[in-house]
C-alpha cells in the first residue's frame, strides 16, 4: 500500500517561540533552566533539543510546556504557538477509510516497513504474529530506527509481552552507540487515562476507528500522511514521557496478562486483584 512520504517544511521565518527566546538573548539551556526552576524537584525534563524542536515547528508543544513557556515569556498560546497549530489540517494529505481487514493489516506492516528514522505504536491489544515480528525485524534491519512501545494498561495477550521480552533481546534500552536511545518502553498505568491506538512513523500512521461492519470487528482504521504522522509521534513521544518505564526483562515478565488462551482456546481474564 502506497503513503505519503511529503514532509512538513521548517518555516523560514523564526517562529514567535524561537522569537520570544531570541529578544531575551537567551541559549536553548536557558530556557530549560527557566523550565527546571518552574518545576517541583528541580528537574522538568526538559532538553534542549526539545526547546530547538519547539521553536523550529519540527515538534508540537505540549499543553502542560505550552502553559510553562507561556509563564515564562509573559505571551498567550496564540501569540507563541500560531507556527505549530495554523497548518495542523493543511498538509495535503488526505487521509484514506479502510474499512477491510486485508487493507488494515496491509496498512500497518507498510507503515512499520518504510518507518527509516521513528516507528511509534502505542496500545496494549496487539496479537498479531506477523505484525509484531513485522516490528521486531524492522527493528533488526535498521539499527538507527528510534522505536518507542507506550501501553496504555497490562497487556491484553502472553503474545505481547513476549513481543517485548524479544525487543528487549534486539536491543539494550541503555545503548547509546549510535548517540541516542534506539529502544523506548513504557506503559500508562492511570486507569482513568484514555487508550490511545496508533502505529505511526516519519511518513505515514494507521489509527483505529470503531468497525463500520461489526462491533464484533476490528477491520476499520484510517490511513494518514506524513503530516498527520508527525503529529501522532509527538503525541507518542509525550505518552512515553509521562509513562512508567519497562525496559528491563524483570520489568516486563511482571506485567500481568489481562487475557490468555487455555487448552479449549477459550479466552478467560487473569486479573490480579489486589485490596
Same mark, same amino acid.
Given at each position: 500500500?502506497?503513503?505519503?512520504?511529503?514532509?512538513?517544511?521548517?518555516?523560514?521565518?523564526?517562529?514567535?517561540?524561537?522569537?520570544?527566546?531570541?529578544?531575551?538573548?537567551? &541559549?536553548?539551556?536557558?530556557?530549560?533552566?527557566?523550565?527546571?526552576?518552574?518545576?517541583?524537584?528541580?528537574?522538568?525534563?526538559?532538553?534542549?533539543?526539545?526547546?530547538?524542536?519547539? /521553536?523550529?515547528?519540527?515538534?508540537?508543544?505540549?499543553?502542560?510546556?505550552?502553559? &510553562?513557556?507561556?509563564?515564562?515569556?509573559?505571551?498567550?498560546?496564540?501569540?507563541?504557538? &500560531?507556527?505549530?497549530?495554523? #497548518?495542523?489540517?493543511?498538509?495535503?494529505?488526505?487521509?484514506?477509510?479502510?474499512?477491510?481487514?486485508?487493507?488494515?493489516?496491509?496498512?500497518?506492516?507498510?507503515?512499520?516497513?518504510?518507518?527509516?528514522?521513528?516507528?511509534?505504536? &502505542?496500545?496494549?491489544?496487539?496479537?498479531?504474529? /506477523?505484525?509484531?515480528?513485522?516490528?521486531?525485524?524492522?527493528?533488526?534491519?535498521?539499527?538507527?530506527?528510534?522505536?518507542?512501545?507506550?501501553? #496504555? /494498561?497490562?497487556?491484553?495477550?502472553?503474545?505481547?509481552?513476549? #513481543?517485548?521480552?524479544?525487543?528487549?533481546?534486539?536491543?539494550?534500552?541503555?545503548?547509546?552507540?549510535? /548517540?541516542?536511545?534506539?529502544?523506548?518502553?513504557?506503559?500508562?498505568?492511570?486507569?482513568?487515562?484514555?487508550?490511545?491506538?496508533?502505529?505511526?512513523?516519519?511518513?505515514?500512521?494507521?489509527?483505529?476507528?470503531?468497525?463500520?461492519?461489526? #462491533?464484533?470487528?476490528?477491520?476499520?482504521?484510517?490511513?494518514?500522511?506524513a503530516g498527520p504522522a508527525s503529529r501522532l509521534l509527538d503525541h507518542g513521544r509525550q505518552a512515553y514521557a509521562a509513562a512508567r518505564r519497562i525496559e528491563t526483562v524483570v520489568g516486563?515478565?511482571?506485567?500481568?496478562?489481562?487475557?490468555?488462551?487455555?487448552?479449549?482456546?477459550?479466552?478467560?481474564?487473569?486479573?490480579?486483584?489486589?485490596?
Amino acid at each position: 500500500m502506497e503513503v505519503i512520504t511529503r514532509r512538513q517544511a521548517t518555516p523560514k521565518e523564526p517562529s514567535p517561540l524561537r522569537r520570544a527566546r531570541l529578544a531575551r538573548g537567551w &541559549t536553548l539551556e536557558n530556557v530549560v533552566e527557566a523550565f527546571d526552576q518552574r518545576t517541583t524537584g528541580g528537574h522538568s525534563g526538559v532538553t534542549p533539543t526539545m526547546v530547538s524542536g519547539w /521553536g523550529l515547528g519540527r515538534h508540537t508543544t505540549s499543553h502542560a510546556h505550552r502553559k &510553562t513557556l507561556c509563564a515564562i515569556y509573559g505571551k498567550s498560546v496564540d501569540e507563541l504557538f &500560531t507556527h505549530q497549530d495554523n #497548518h495542523l489540517g493543511d498538509h495535503g494529505d488526505e487521509p484514506q477509510l479502510l474499512a477491510r481487514y486485508v487493507d488494515l493489516n496491509e496498512a500497518m506492516l507498510t507503515v512499520v516497513a518504510q518507518a527509516r528514522e521513528c516507528l511509534i505504536v &502505542t496500545g496494549s491489544w496487539s496479537r498479531s504474529t /506477523g505484525y509484531l515480528q513485522a516490528i521486531e525485524a524492522a527493528l533488526v534491519a535498521s539499527p538507527a530506527l528510534i522505536f518507542y512501545r507506550v501501553l #496504555h /494498561g497490562p497487556p491484553h495477550y502472553r503474545v505481547l509481552r513476549d #513481543h517485548l521480552a524479544r525487543l528487549l533481546e534486539i536491543r539494550d534500552p541503555r545503548d547509546r552507540s549510535l /548517540g541516542v536511545k534506539t529502544l523506548n518502553l513504557g506503559i500508562e498505568e492511570d486507569p482513568l487515562a484514555p487508550g490511545r491506538f496508533f502505529v505511526a512513523s516519519e511518513r505515514a500512521a494507521v489509527v483505529p476507528i470503531p468497525s463500520l461492519t461489526s #462491533h464484533e470487528a476490528f477491520d476499520s482504521e484510517v490511513l494518514f500522511g506524513a503530516g498527520p504522522a508527525s503529529r501522532l509521534l509527538d503525541h507518542g513521544r509525550q505518552a512515553y514521557a509521562a509513562a512508567r518505564r519497562i525496559e528491563t526483562v524483570v520489568g516486563v515478565q511482571a506485567l500481568d496478562v489481562l487475557r490468555e488462551r487455555r487448552g479449549d482456546d477459550s479466552l478467560v481474564l487473569n486479573i490480579r486483584l489486589t485490596v
